[in-house]
Every structure is written in structure tokens, then in C-alpha cells.
């Protein structure tokens, strides 16, 4: 049985439902937690039949976290979103003691194949994280840390257990949005867990938390069923960024990391799970506050001045434009056909 543990609010429960319908395409065996930040997604998927996804209420978590509430009170939402990441695989390892590793996933992560094989491969890992491997000419991005937080599984030991709670004090103390003194939000703290920590495993496999900061340094397959990374299965993308333009454009957000898009990456990549995304925003959209989906979690902050959104709008409908230059869009009109470009 695999364990994993995801947070949303009800911007991002659409990609939620889309990662547990991957899993239970691919997982023989699985249970997914997720942590509702708020009290809409939590109702609406306690109404839901998903007998393998665990919805946990964000005050079940507060309750036994007191620092952490008070966290709540001196930074945004978004960075309090960041502040959870630690606490929620230590709540679960906690309170539910049969549970022997759990992988905390991003929300935007889609799975594409089977990870049973490569979850036998860390077992004897305390610790496992993902590597950015940016593409060289983004290496200046390493300033917001060495491994991506989207990806991390915690063996239930005494090792990973330090780590957790340390690294659950250390956001508390400090996880904001920004660049300083050496942090960035909740991810720069894992640049010293290898030092810091036994038992940890820096993943070499290509096919896990793939995504687009380092897509174009790999040449990408597509045989009409397994998605391939020079030689090995995709099991796991990270779709971060990726924006609904209008119901029918969409944006993969390569732009901003120099990637281009392939024939293979749309059509074995993007599509699928463009198409899981409608699926899960129609089965849900009855009751969501906003039908399109957002670019990213920091779309739910407050409402901004009128003077910063016009700038803002001006700002998209160039970046809009940038894409039709280079043609880094997919056009995928409301009957799912996909349209190369």
C-alpha cells in the first residue's frame, strides 16, 4: 500500500481529483490525504465518492498544532499554504501508525505509470527529494533551492522524523514568498538535508517530478502509450504553471523556463491531462466558485488595486502575444481533439 498526501483549496481541487484519478489508473493499491485549506473543498469532497482520497480539515490539523495557527496570523495565504507543507506528512505519520512512508505530491502532479517499481527502489531510504536540474541556462533559479519541494517521501524512522519536525520548526519561523538570507518559502530549507540528515536520497530517475524547469533537457518519447524520458517511464509530471487561456488555448508555461514544446510532449504529456483537468472541473463544476483554472495556488490571493491589475492585464497580453511567436500554446478545442501548432 503507497501513502500519499497532497493540499489544495477549492481553486485547485480540480487538479486534486486529476492526480487521484492518475493514481488509480496506475496504483494497484493506494491511499491519498489531502489537506483542505478550505471548508468548500473539504464539504465538497466529503460528498464525493472517492473511497481512496481522505479529505482532512485544516483545523483538525490546527487543533494539534498550535504554533502553527499562530503562524497563521503574520503571512499570506500562499505562504501560509507553504508553512502546512512539513506539517501535514508529520500529522499523518502521527495519527495514523500503520502508515510506514508517505510522499507528499503537489497538487498540479499527474501520475502517468505505474511507481510501485520505483518506490521498491528508495524503501531503504529514509529521505527521498527530487533534484531541480534546471537546464544550465536557468541556473540562476537555483537561488530558490537545489530540490523541488512537489516531490518529497518520508520513511516512518528516526531520521525522517527529525527531519519533519525540524523543518516544520523552521517554517513557522519563517516562510514567506520571497528570497533571504539563504530561504525561499518552504523549499530553500531542503538544500541542507543531505548534509544535515541521514538516510537521504537525492532521486536520479528522470520519470519522477519531471517537469517544465528542466523538460528541455531531455528528449521525450511518446508511443502512444508509455511516455518515455530518454529511456525511462514517466511516472510523474509536474504540471506547474500551466494556464487556461480560454476553454480551448491553453498555456504549458515553457515559455518562462526556455522550453519548447514537441510533438511527443503535447500529445503524451499536456493532453491527457488537459483532458483530465475538464473531466474533473465539469464532474465539480455545479459547485465551484470559478470555472476556469488558474495558473497557480497564488491566484487565490486577495483582490489587487486597480492601478497593479491594469498593469498586470497589460503584462498578460504581451506574454499572451510571446506565445504565438513562438508557439509554445496548445489548442485543444471542447470535443478533446488535439491540434498540433
Known amino acids: 500500500m503507497l501513502h500519499f498526501c497532497t493540499y489544495f483549496d477549492s481553486h485547485y481541487l480540480p487538479r486534486a481529483l486529476?492526480?487521484?484519478?492518475?493514481?488509480?489508473?496506475?496504483c494497484p493499491a493506494f491511499t491519498l490525504w489531502g489537506l483542505?485549506?478550505?471548508?468548500?473543498?473539504?464539504?465538497?469532497?466529503s460528498q464525493m465518492n472517492v473511497s481512496a482520497f481522505h479529505g482532512i480539515r485544516l483545523d483538525e490539523v490546527e487543533q494539534e498544532d498550535q504554533q502553527l495557527l499562530q503562524a497563521k496570523g503574520n503571512r499570506s495565504t500562499i505562504e501560509y499554504y507553504f508553512t502546512?507543507?512539513?506539517?501535514?506528512?508529520?500529522?499523518?505519520?502521527?495519527?495514523?501508525?500503520?502508515?510506514?512512508?508517505?510522499?507528499?505530491l503537489d497538487a498540479d502532479l499527474f501520475c502517468f505509470s505505474n511507481p510501485s517499481s520505483f518506490f521498491s527502489e528508495i524503501r531503504n531510504h529514509s529521505i527521498s527529494i527530487v533534484?531541480?536540474?534546471?537546464?544550465?541556462?536557468?541556473?540562476?533559479?537555483?537561488?530558490?533551492?537545489?530540490?523541488?519541494?512537489?516531490?518529497l517521501s518520508f520513511r516512518r524512522d528516526e531520521n525522517a522524523l527529525s527531519c519533519l519536525k525540524d523543518?516544520?520548526?523552521?517554517?513557522?519561523?519563517?516562510?514567506?514568498?520571497?528570497?533571504?538570507?539563504?530561504?525561499y518559502a518552504d523549499q530553500k530549507y531542503?538544500?541542507?538535508?543531505?548534509t544535515r540528515f541521514e538516510g537521504v536520497v537525492a532521486l536520479e530517475n528522470k520519470g519522477v517530478n519531471l517537469g517544465p524547469w528542466n523538460l528541455s533537457n531531455y528528449e521525450i518519447s511518446h508511443d502512444g502509450n508509455m511516455v518515455g524520458v530518454e529511456g525511462q517511464a514517466l511516472i510523474?509530471?509536474?504540471?506547474?504553471?500551466?494556464?487556461?487561456?480560454?476553454?480551448?488555448?491553453?498555456?504549458?508555461?515553457?515559455?518562462?523556463?526556455?522550453?519548447?514544446?514537441?510533438?511527443?510532449?503535447?500529445?503524451?504529456i499536456y493532453a491527457p491531462y488537459i483532458r483530465a483537468l475538464r473531466r474533473t472541473t465539469q464532474d465539480?463544476?455545479?459547485?465551484?466558485?470559478?470555472?476556469?483554472?488558474?495558473?497557480?495556488?497564488?491566484?487565490?490571493?486577495?483582490?489587487?488595486?486597480?492601478?497593479?491589475?491594469?498593469?498586470?492585464?497589460?503584462?498578460?497580453?504581451?506574454?499572451?502575444?510571446?506565445?504565438?511567436?513562438?508557439?509554445?500554446?496548445?489548442?485543444?478545442?471542447?470535443?478533446?481533439?488535439?491540434r498540433q501548432r
Not at 18 to 26: G, I
Not at 84 to 103: K, Q
Not at 190 to 194: G, K, R
Open 284 to 338: 465539480i463544476a455545479f459547485s465551484l466558485p470559478k470555472k476556469t483554472l488558474p495558473s497557480g495556488i497564488r491566484e487565490t490571493e486577495k483582490q489587487r488595486p486597480l492601478r497593479s491589475r491594469l498593469w498586470r492585464s497589460l503584462d498578460w497580453i504581451a506574454y499572451v502575444l510571446l506565445l504565438m511567436l513562438r508557439r509554445n500554446f496548445i489548442l485543444m478545442p471542447s470535443n478533446g481533439a488535439f
Open 131 to 151: 533534484p531541480h536540474r534546471f537546464h544550465p541556462r536557468l541556473n540562476r533559479l537555483e537561488i530558490r533551492g537545489l530540490y523541488n519541494v512537489g516531490f
Open 18 to 26: 486529476a492526480l487521484y484519478r492518475s493514481l488509480q489508473e496506475h
Open 84 to 104: 502546512c507543507t512539513p506539517s501535514l506528512p508529520l500529522f499523518l505519520l502521527n495519527r495514523h501508525h500503520d502508515i510506514d512512508r508517505i510522499t507528499y
Open 36 to 45: 483542505c485549506m478550505d471548508r468548500f473543498s473539504y464539504n465538497l469532497l
Open 167 to 183: 523543518w516544520r520548526q523552521q517554517c513557522i519561523e519563517w516562510c514567506y514568498d520571497r528570497e533571504e538570507e539563504g530561504r
Open 190 to 194: 531542503l538544500d541542507s538535508w543531505p
Open 236 to 268: 510523474f509530471f509536474h504540471f506547474h504553471g500551466l494556464r487556461e487561456i480560454t476553454p480551448w488555448l491553453y498555456d504549458p508555461n515553457l515559455t518562462v523556463f526556455r522550453g519548447k514544446l514537441t510533438k511527443a510532449t503535447k500529445e503524451g
